[in-house]
């Protein structure tokens, strides 16, 4: 099975900061990767599907890139709402396995 | 917009087996895929199986190959995942998801808890 590695793990940063989170796939998924936010006790939120089509209602600062192996999630200036765990998918085959999850905190 | 309504909360003693349901509400689930996903305290998102409903046609994960079950009843937009066999480790919350674009989750149930305790 393909595996898929998040990092970092834990990201801590500020409210107006630019920060990136990285997923990295064992082998090629094209294009096809997700990326999830998780606040605590809730199920998780689409961000970015196709590893850069913004999903629907999700605001601009979040944005997606990549493909092949490498894929980004970029948010461009946090907000205090987007302090939570996100998570990468891979959807081209079975299994759709998930990343381990980065935790962004407030610093 | 249609939403997901899930079952509720399980105590389930090891061994046994469990039903959780997903039921979509406001719709159906036309030709949109049905994933399972589970969350055990304090871990990540594991991707459990999925299940196309217009061709009845499941796919599961290896590490829950021959101990779940997905199902779809259309007639009542109604999916259910089974899983048998359970152990501790299985104590963990489990979602439904809609597999849309990409077969990205853009829809997904409240959740169901699921507690194996003896």
């Known amino acids: 099975d393909i595996q898929m590695t998040q990092s970092p793990s834990s990201l801590s940063a500020s409210v107006g900061d630019r920060v990136t989170i990285t997923c990295r796939a064992s082998q090629s998924i094209s294009s096809f990767l997700n990326w999830y936010q998780q606040k605590l006790g809730k199920a998780p939120n689409l961000l970015i599907y196709a590893a850069s089509s913004l999903q629907s209602g999700v605001p601009p600062r979040f944005s997606g890139n990549g493909s092949g192996t490498d894929f980004t999630l970029t948010i461009s200036s946090l907000q205090p709402e987007d302090f939570a765990t996100y998570y990468c998918q891979k959807s081209n085959s079975i299994p759709h396995t998930f990343g381990q999850g980065t935790n962004l905190e407030i610093k | 917009q249609v939403q997901l309504v899930q079952s509720g909360a399980e105590v389930k003693k090891p061994g046994s087996s469990v039903k959780v349901s997903c039921k979509a509400s406001?719709?159906?689930?036309?030709?949109?895929?049905i994933s399972w996903v589970r969350q055990a305290p304090g871990q990540g998102l594991e991707w459990m199986g999925e299940?196309?409903?217009?061709?009845?046609?499941?796919n599961y994960a290896q590490n829950f190959q021959g101990r779940v079950t997905i199902t779809t009843d259309e007639s009542t937009s109604t999916s259910y995942m089974e899983l048998s066999s359970l152990r501790s480790e299985d104590t963990a919350v489990y979602y439904c998801?809609?597999?849309?674009?990409?077969?990205?989750?853009?829809?997904w149930g409240q959740g169901t808890m699921v507690t194996v305790s003896s």
């Open positions: 406001g719709g159906t689930f036309g030709s949109y895929g």
């Open positions: 998801a809609r597999q849309e674009v990409a077969d990205a989750l853009d829809i």
């Open positions: 299940i196309i409903p217009i061709f009845g046609t499941a």
